[in-house]
């Protein structure tokens, strides 16, 4: 395996790609701040819009391709295989709906044990110790 990456712009190998690491780390942060301020909504499929930073634009993305439509993937996305902010924003929204799926015992509410009452640290019977069901 060559460690390199393919994309529409040609290989980035490792070490190019260690140049872009505080690009990438931005981008994640703000596409975070994006996720928490409740700027993504899921359209159908892997489609998403996402709710720019300037009042009335919104940006499109493909999950499934990683793709955006805004400038910034235009600019670093294609060329240098850095996700945007708003790709960003989306895996982390895609990824929290992913987990809220899990389902928690009504019983012991997903600690898997009774820490009060007369069954004080003991398993719970419903879920058998998991918290799931």
Same mark, same amino acid.
């Given at each position: 395996?060559?460690?390199?990456?393919?994309?529409?712009?040609g290989?980035?190998?490792?070490?190019? +790609?260690a140049?872009?690491?505080?690009?990438?780390?931005?981008?994640?942060?703000?596409?975070?701040?994006?996720?928490?301020?409740?700027?993504?909504?899921? =359209?159908?499929?892997?489609?998403?819009?996402?709710r720019?930073?300037?009042? @009335?634009? %919104?940006?499109?993305?493909?999950?499934?391709?990683?793709?955006?439509?805004?400038?910034?993937?235009?600019?670093? @996305?294609?060329? +240098?295989?850095?996700?945007?902010?708003?790709?960003f924003?989306?895996?982390i929204?895609?990824?929290? +709906?992913?987990?809220?799926? %899990?389902? %928690?015992?009504?019983?012991?509410?997903?600690?898997?044990r009774? =820490?009060?009452?007369?069954q004080?640290?003991?398993?719970?019977g419903?879920?058998?110790g998991?918290?799931?069901?």
């Amino acid at each position: 395996m060559d460690n390199t990456s393919v994309r529409a712009g040609g290989p980035v190998g490792v070490a190019d +790609r260690a140049a872009f690491w505080p690009a990438i780390r931005e981008r994640a942060t703000r596409g975070l701040l994006a996720y928490n301020a409740g700027c993504v909504l899921r =359209l159908a499929g892997d489609a998403w819009i996402v709710r720019g930073t300037d009042p @009335g634009t %919104t940006y499109r993305v493909d999950l499934d391709a990683e793709t955006c439509d805004c400038p910034d993937f235009a600019y670093f @996305g294609e060329d +240098r295989d850095v996700a945007c902010k708003h790709v960003f924003a989306v895996a982390i929204a895609h990824a929290s +709906r992913r987990a809220r799926r %899990t389902r %928690t015992c009504r019983e012991c509410g997903g600690y898997g044990r009774f =820490l009060w009452g007369a069954q004080d640290h003991g398993e719970c019977g419903a879920c058998r110790g998991t918290g799931r069901f």
